[in-house]
């Protein structure tokens, strides 16, 4: 059924919705993020792998997420999450700095005055990093860009560009991409080299 969030000291206390109206509350005050750090195995904060217990209580399966984070990955999809204990993982942290400078970037080119011409340029200096990161993404990203002109409302391009970008740089880059990448940038100047 449904998971329910109460003290294992005391069963009988049910937090949920004091959780979900904290949640709630708070989430609406944030403004524009570009990520955000939570606390591992919490059952507020958790993102993956929190134990759920059984209406018994017995320890169970490792395969919740903390009230509090879900409701900020539903709220936010596209936003950089990552939990603390994670980044200690070099690879792991790489992908998560790197999707909070790119958010940051796309969230300061919407707070200065969002142009066709500032995405297309965004875009244009994220190609190779896109194709690096997922190549279906990097085919299917480019056409949707392509499309921009065809757009009336550039809030709504923005608000689903955002969501597929950060989606692509989701995936970690492999080096068999990082290597397909590099024959790109090798094609771009194959006159000039020897």
């Not at 936010?76 to 939990?83: A, G, K, N, S, T």
Request: charged share 25%.
């Amino acid at each position: 059924g449904e998971i329910r969030m109460r003290f294992t000291h005391a069963p009988h206390d049910d937090v949920t919705e004091k959780m979900a109206d904290f949640a709630s509350a708070h989430l609406s005050t944030l403004g524009e993020l570009s990520g955000f750090i939570v606390c591992a195995k919490s059952p507020s904060c958790g993102m993956e792998r929190v134990r759920l217990y059984d209406e018994k209580g017995n320890r169970g399966r490792k395969e919740g997420t903390g009230l509090f984070t879900a409701a900020l990955m539903e709220k936010y999809p596209w936003l950089p999450v990552e939990e603390d204990g994670r980044l200690h993982d070099p690879v792991l942290r790489e992908n998560f700095v790197e999707r909070v400078f790119a958010l940051h970037e796309l969230n300061c080119l919407h707070k200065n005055g969002l142009t066709r011409r500032a995405l297309l340029d965004f875009h244009s200096r994220y190609k190779l990093q896109l194709l690096a990161h997922h190549q279906a993404g990097y085919r299917e990203i480019g056409p949707f860009v392509a499309s921009l002109h065809e757009w009336q409302d550039l809030e709504a391009f923005f608000a689903i560009y955002r969501e597929k970008l950060m989606a692509i740089l989701k995936q970690p880059a492999s080096r068999k991409n990082h290597t397909n990448v590099l024959m790109h940038i090798q094609g771009y100047f194959r006159n000039q080299l020897n």
